[in-house]
């Protein structure tokens, strides 16, 4: 059964927009929600004007504003800024607010790769590929680089593979993945390795490579048929559908119905990239 939570007031007009999942709050209530479960992607970064005179202007919290701002002023750290937001409504309890400082007191004894590392790869379980790209790459590129074992190395090297893999760049995640693979010996980036290469429509390097890894026909099985599955899937839907029908429009006469659709789909597809790449 649910909890039962006193609600503010206020609702804002215009939304707080959190960029890197393109998700828009309204109250204080969602505010909190949100910063409670994306702990990992919360940073120094939120608590800036936009936030302030979202608060002020949005929500007539001027009170929570001025604190805030107060504790900045005063340096104390991001877990104090965090405590002061949630402590601001009743969405949460005592203990529930104590297990996330716990959360965060974990956070701080890492090290900056491994808080780099937490940071990108959550990033990437919200979908924010371009955000989660960047925090990879300068992993790889800072001196803090040697810190890292040889199969941590490859991990990363896996995820920006699946980044690329996400846009649809299937030989360069194929180089990337071969290289993750090289370095961490994980089955699973082999097994994307030669995804990746079947997806890129890579026939002959397939197989070689299946060759030269001596891969299980068992396997080689169970990929053909989740490609297959997939493909029913991706046609199956409302988009896929759509594009299919393209032709048939334009052949019936349907001009400006046929561009008019072409122009909707470039529109939802140029929102879809941004959102992806973080902007």
């Known amino acids: 059964m649910g909890k039962l939570i006193l609600c503010h007031d206020s609702y804002a007009k215009e939304p707080f927009l959190f960029k890197q999942t393109n998700t828009k709050v309204y109250t204080i209530e969602e505010m909190c929600y949100y910063i409670y479960n994306n702990i990992y992607t919360i940073t ?20 929570l504003r001025e604190k805030l701002l107060k504790v900045q002023r005063e340096e104390h750290s991001l877990k104090d800024l965090i405590v002061i937001m949630l402590c601001s409504c009743d969405y949460f309890n005592e203990q529930e607010i104590r297990s996330l ?66 846009f649809h760049s299937y030989l360069e995640a194929a180089v990337l993945f071969k290289e993750a693979y090289s370095r961490n010996q994980k089955k699973e980036s082999l097994e994307q390795y030669l995804y990746a290469l079947k ?62 659709k072409i122009d909707q789909l470039l529109n939802e597809w140029k929102k879809e990239y941004r959102v992806k790449l973080g902007r």
């Open 101 to 166: 400082v716990e959360t965060m007191d974990g956070l701080e004894k890492l090290s900056m790769q491994e808080r780099k590392k937490l940071k990108a790869d959550n990033l990437l379980f919200v979908q924010n590929y371009g955000r989660a790209l960047e925090e990879y790459e300068s992993m790889l590129k800072t001196e803090n680089a040697r810190c890292l074992t040889t199969e941590e190395y490859g991990d990363i090297l896996h995820n920006i593979a699946v980044i690329h893999t996400r």
């Open 44 to 63: 120094e970064e939120l608590f800036d004007s936009t936030l302030y005179q979202w608060l002020e202007e949005q929500l007539d919290m001027n009170h």
């Open 199 to 260: 997806l890129a429509g890579n026939e002959k390097l397939l197989e070689e490579e299946i060759t030269h890894f001596d891969v299980d026909e068992t396997w080689l099985l169970e990929m053909e048929k989740n490609i297959k599955e997939l493909k029913v899937k991706v046609e199956d839907t409302k988009e896929y559908q759509t594009v299919h029908k393209l032709p048939e429009l334009k052949l019936e006469g349907l001009v400006n119905e046929y561009y008019g």
